[in-house]
């Protein structure tokens, strides 16, 4: 129970549906003190609709595994994705592994995400809320003792679920961005950990426009780059948006292109690292596959063919290029029915 509506709202379904259930409010690393705030949240909810909470501390092995993975993904040059890696290690992990030793037939959380037969996991019915693409490094031995109670609900049912239960948490906003900065900026976060170190900043076409302040602290498709260009403002402002297209690291290079359609910022083949099938007999697969795919959160399922290689490797067909292709991010795959097959690392 994170303190939030959709998790008071999934225990509060299984405790109707005659489920014995135990609450538990992780306490990860927190920076700007909402962790107290969530933690009171979930007691209330836990007090109300009548089940113990318990909290368990994780802070340490949340630094180890998310956050400095995290801070390690900047410092090389790409853009990990902590949400994905706090689920394998921590959710669906630490926290898994914790409450089954103690007795737990099952693990209930408040993701956007559906369990299908056979111990596979499907999008949500709410499209606009599905969280399945953090979900891909699941497996099935897990997903055989999870349960999603939210997944087939819209937000604004969720919403209504929790106020006629008088739950504390229904009117609560939801959490935004990285769960462990709240309203932390990661910039301002990263530069705590990485030292500026200004490059150039070049467009697509090699003209030099100004300096950066470390190539680190950019992601493929950022739009609003803190950067101190040549022109002026108001020279600026008679030119089309820029776009991060590309990072070279090694030589703490920054390249932008013009306009959000510019070619520079599609690609049509991706490569993968750490290829996982969240059915494992499907790992054995070395011939193509006709998947729905996407690479980023939200984005639209689009029809790729997948070429499973050697130690994991793989790559990633589409049918039409794909925007903002960031190196450290999950591309996840579907069947044509939403069933999600795995997914794997964006080189």
């Avoid at 959380?109 to 019915?125: D, E, S």
């Avoid at 589409?318 to 450290?328: L, N, S, T, Y």
């Amino acid at each position: 129970m994170s303190g939030g509506v959709d998790s008071s709202v999934a225990a509060y379904l299984l405790k109707k549906q005659g489920y014995d259930v135990v609450g538990v409010f992780m306490r990860c690393y927190n920076l700007d003190g909402c962790a107290e705030r969530d933690a009171l949240d979930a007691r209330r909810v836990a007090e109300h609709i009548g089940i113990p909470v318990y909290v368990w501390d994780f802070e340490d092995e949340y630094k180890q595994r998310v956050v400095k993975y995290m801070v390690d993904g900047y410092r090389a040059g790409i853009t990990p994705n902590p949400d994905v890696m706090c689920n394998r290690e921590i959710k669906f992990g630490l926290f898994f592994e914790k409450a089954l030793a103690m007795g737990a037939d099952h693990v209930a959380t408040g993701h956007y995400v559906r369990r299908a037969p056979r111990n596979k996991l499907k999008i949500a019915r709410d499209p606009n809320k599905d969280q399945s693409y953090f979900l891909w490094m699941l497996t099935e031995k897990q997903l055989r003792q999870c349960l999603f109670p939210i997944g087939d609900y819209l937000k604004p049912k969720v919403r209504e679920i929790a106020r006629k239960a008088k739950l504390p948490t229904a009117d609560k906003k939801d959490s935004q961005g990285i769960c462990f900065l709240g309203m932390v900026d990661i910039f301002d976060f990263l530069k705590q950990h990485i030292p500026e170190h200004r490059g150039a900043l070049m467009t697509t076409s090699g003209e030099n426009i100004g300096e950066h302040f470390g190539s680190e602290f950019y992601t493929i498709g950022q739009r609003h780059l803190d950067a101190e260009f040549k022109f002026p403002k108001t020279g600026a402002a008679m030119r089309k948006p820029f776009y991060v297209a590309s990072k070279d690291p090694a030589k703490n290079l920054v390249v932008v292109a013009e306009g959000g359609e510019n070619p520079a910022l599609y690609k049509k083949e991706i490569k993968l690292a750490g290829l996982h099938f969240i059915a494992q007999r499907a790992s054995a697969r070395s011939k193509k596959i006709s998947v729905f795919a996407r690479v980023r959160y939200r984005q639209p399922l689009a029809k790729a063919v997948l070429l499973p290689g050697a130690r994991g490797k793989a790559k990633l067909l589409f049918g039409k290029p794909q925007k903002f292709v960031a190196p450290g991010q999950s591309a996840v795959f579907y069947d044509k029915n939403g069933i999600m097959l795995g997914g794997g690392v964006i080189l």
